[in-house]
């Protein structure tokens, strides 16, 4: 069992920047499993934005958040992370984290973006962006 908890949400104008937090927690080795995170905005369904490896050696990006957010992890602290720069409106969504406990040793970007693949999920957290 895997517990995470995101945090960092708020609200901020266009331009501006955010960190998120998700601290994980549970039985399992927090440095054994891949992290994600993904975002839904209203009405729309949940879309992948980044991904991190166990050992924090392969990121995976959206294209959409591209040069603006960076995925990172502290493996002492049980925690990923997302720096979320040049904010713009459509980056309004919940924004949740989830982990992967079987990425495998060639652990890709055409299994990261899949939601499925996760197995454990935070609660969200919003992150609104103001024109």
């Known amino acids: 069992q895997v517990q995470l908890v995101e945090s960092g949400g708020g609200l901020v104008q266009a331009g501006g920047s955010l960190r998120l937090s998700c601290a994980a927690s549970?039985?399992?080795?927090?440095?054994?499993?891949?992290m994600g995170w993904f975002r839904q905005a209203p009405g729309k369904e949940r879309d992948f934005v980044a991904a991190?490896?166990?050992?924090?050696?392969?990121?995976y990006y959206a294209d959409s958040v591209k040069g603006r957010f960076t995925i990172s992890r502290d493996n002492a602290k049980s925690t990923v992370y997302l720096q979320m720069n040049s904010l713009k409106p459509e980056d309004t969504a919940v924004y949740y984290c989830?982990?992967?406990?079987?990425?495998?040793?060639?652990?890709?970007?055409?299994?990261?973006?899949?939601?499925?693949?996760?197995?454990?999920w935070g609660q969200g957290t919003q992150v609104t962006v103001s024109s």
């Open positions: 989830a982990a992967d406990l079987a990425p495998g040793s060639s652990y890709s970007y055409y299994r990261a973006n899949r939601g499925y693949e996760y197995d454990y």
């Open positions: 549970g039985r399992r080795t927090f440095s054994n499993y891949a």
């Open positions: 991190i490896s166990w050992s924090g050696g392969n990121l």
